[in-house]
């Protein structure tokens, strides 16, 4: 059995070994993927690092700014790479251990240097002896807990049920309470001790979100919320731990408000699917709506965190009585004319009948301006003020209120449903023209823009890409941002059915969703 050697921080060569086993080549099989040698370990007590219950083991999603596009390590052999956490303060310890490694130069490459990547990676929050960080575990529980009450002003407060529901939403009162096993703290980076302390916190975010960066601590319009929980530990020790945090950056909005923009949020992967990450953006509204700014939005959210915010807004919506009342209103009006027809880009033909007696086909105005897919300009700026939603993310949710009224009527209606869908799409894509060589080469696309104006949009010079470019969704929205045109041999037909599909299937997943959470919480769905 070869010999297991743990690794000096200083990388000194000239640490002896017992067994000697052969020389390691770079021709052997020695470029690792990191995935693969690292672990994530939080801890709060001493006993966590010996196998005790304490300690919550994770592996991280990205590792490309550590070991760079090429994510690879080099020259060892038996490689095991333990990175201890502290669970409230996120001190980090790293422990490496390997059966052997290269000490020469091979093939033009040099062992990785695994000492100063970590070094970059964790920066100050590094602690290089085990027996330091052990010691300090217990001192960086009280500290920083008390720091963190003491700057911090408790937003929410709530027990975890114990089959893993994650608790009630949206919040109750914030208690005190020594029983209360969560709750979210809301802090400012003005204060030199929360930046330093949230400085530990940065070398998560590239780890667990997709091309996550630092934010400029500097800038005094950063917001953190965070999560805490209280460990099963005697109470004197203060063993909160945290599950997660989401940063928050006020825009001014003209003439006297300010408009919140979420750039990063996280829950640690040893807390996910208890609803953590629901509740810091329920937080996080709450807070917009209880400081009267103008609107919440939303930095480039994964897939995963879009989905969740439709869900919240959502059912928002559907507690909001303006709305309520606009969904009565609708759904009284279809009962009254049946919908037999489909519509197309000038408008809506459908025959239409009036108890029993059918009408001639007509075309009506109201679903030639989308009505149908967006509530009135009056109800979304009733629900801005309100919820804080802002116009694209109240468009969103109301497409999936629509489909959950519609989705058990005839099949009319959802083709006239699908039909719109599509209109909506090509305003979304290529401008109200719904024509991507519109304006003679030139692309029209509505953005959100948090400097605050209500419409805003990019005009962008197209050049012609091919159809292979855009086979998928994504794809063709990346066409899109990057100001490509479509090939006139497209058919621009099926590339939007395809989006159409997709659509429909993010609306298909959030409404039942919102069904189950309603029928749970007792919320009456207007049909």
Known sequence: MASTEKASWKEDDDVKRVKRPRKVSFTDDVALEPSDCITLHLVSLAEGMEGGTDAASFSPDFLEHIFG????????????????????????????????????????????????????????????????????????????????HQQGEIVASWMDLQDGGGGQS??????????????????????????????????????????????E?????????????????PEQENPWKLVGFCTVYRFYHYPDSTRFRISQ????PPYQGKQDGLHLLEAV????????????????????LQELRDCMDAVRLLSFEPVRLALRTMIASLSLHKVTGKCNEN???????????????????????????????DLLEIARKNLKLNKMQALRCWEVLLFIHLKDW???????????????????????SQNSKAGHGKLVVDTENEYGSSKTFLMMKMVHISRDYYSSREEFQNLIQDG????????????LQELLLERLEEIKCVSEKVILHCKSHGIDLCR
């Open 347 to 377: 408008g809506t033909q459908f025959s239409h009948t009036v108890g029993s007696k059918e009408s001639s086909v007509v075309k009506l105005g109201v679903f030639k301006d989308k009505s149908w897919l967006q509530p009135s300009t």
């Open 170 to 215: 949206i919040f109750r009162t914030a208690a005190t309470s020594s029983h209360i096993e969560k709750e979210i703290l809301h802090l400012n980076l003005n204060d030199s001790g929360i930046r330093e302390w949230h400085a530990h916190l940065t070398p998560l975010i590239p780890m667990f979100i997709e091309a996550g960066r630092a934010i």
């Open 69 to 148: 596009e090429d994510r690879k390590i080099y020259g060892y052999r038996g490689l095991k790479i333990d990175i201890w956490l502290h669970a409230l303060s996120f001190h980090a310890y790293v422990d490496v251990q390997y059966d052997d490694k290269v000490k020469d130069v091979e093939h033009g490459k040099h062992a990785t240097d695994l000492w100063h990547i970590f070094k970059d990676a964790f920066g100050t929050c590094l602690v290089e002896d085990r027996e330091t960080f052990v010691q300090n575990l217990s001192r960086n529980n009280l500290k920083i807990s008390q720091m963190l």
């Open 484 to 495: 490509g045109e479509v090939d006139s041999k497209v058919d621009h037909d099926t590339v």
């Open 410 to 432: 005839e099949d009319h209606a959802q083709e006239l449903f699908q039909e719109l869908l599509i209109w909506r799409l090509k305003v979304e894509l290529f401008g109200k």
């Open 217 to 233: 601590q500097d800038d005094p319009r950063w917001d953190l919320y965070v999560t805490l929980q209280r460990g099963s530990v």
């Open 285 to 304: 509204n709450l807070a917009a709506v209880q400081q009267e700014c103008y609107d919440v939005t939303m930095e480039d959210p994964s897939e995963r």
């Open 265 to 268: 949020i996280l829950v640690l």
